[in-house]
């Protein structure tokens, strides 16, 4: 009963912000990397950040010094901080879980099921 929640997602102009949450339940959360895909209208989805349990980060190049990834173990909930943002990166935006690992990588568990995401429109 692994349950991942988005919210935060909302219309925006370009160069604005928007912070999205993912609270997640079911889990030992801090035992897992967490992550956010995207998913623009008709493309791939894509990871774009993710976090170890300790705060190591790492983010697709598209995003980097534009969005910071955090998470409270305590809260067991992952943020996604977007600023500046721009009319690409309009997506359903995912939480994600992986395995932990010492490659500074994303494993994300295939068993796992997509929640709903929450949906990110940016536009003039």
């Known amino acids: 009963q692994v349950r991942l929640v988005e919210s935060g997602g909302g219309l925006v102009q370009p160069g604005g912000s928007l912070r999205l949450s993912c609270a997640a339940s079911?889990?030992?959360?801090?035992?897992?990397?967490m992550g956010w895909y995207r998913q623009p209208p008709g493309k791939q989805r894509e990871l774009v950040a993710h976090?170890?349990?300790?705060?190591?980060?790492d983010y697709v190049e598209s995003v980097k010094g534009r969005f910071t990834i955090s998470r409270d173990n305590a809260k067991n909930t992952v943020s996604l901080q977007m600023n500046s943002l721009k009319l690409e990166d309009t997506a359903v935006y995912y939480c994600?879980?992986?395995?932990?690992?010492?490659?500074?990588?994303?494993?994300?568990?295939?068993?796992?099921?997509w929640g709903q995401g929450t949906q990110v429109t940016v536009s003039s």
């Open positions: 976090i170890t349990s300790g705060g190591s980060t």
């Open positions: 994600r879980r992986g395995y932990p690992n010492f490659d500074r990588r994303f494993i994300q568990i295939p068993g796992d099921s």
């Open positions: 079911g889990m030992n959360f801090s035992g897992y990397v």
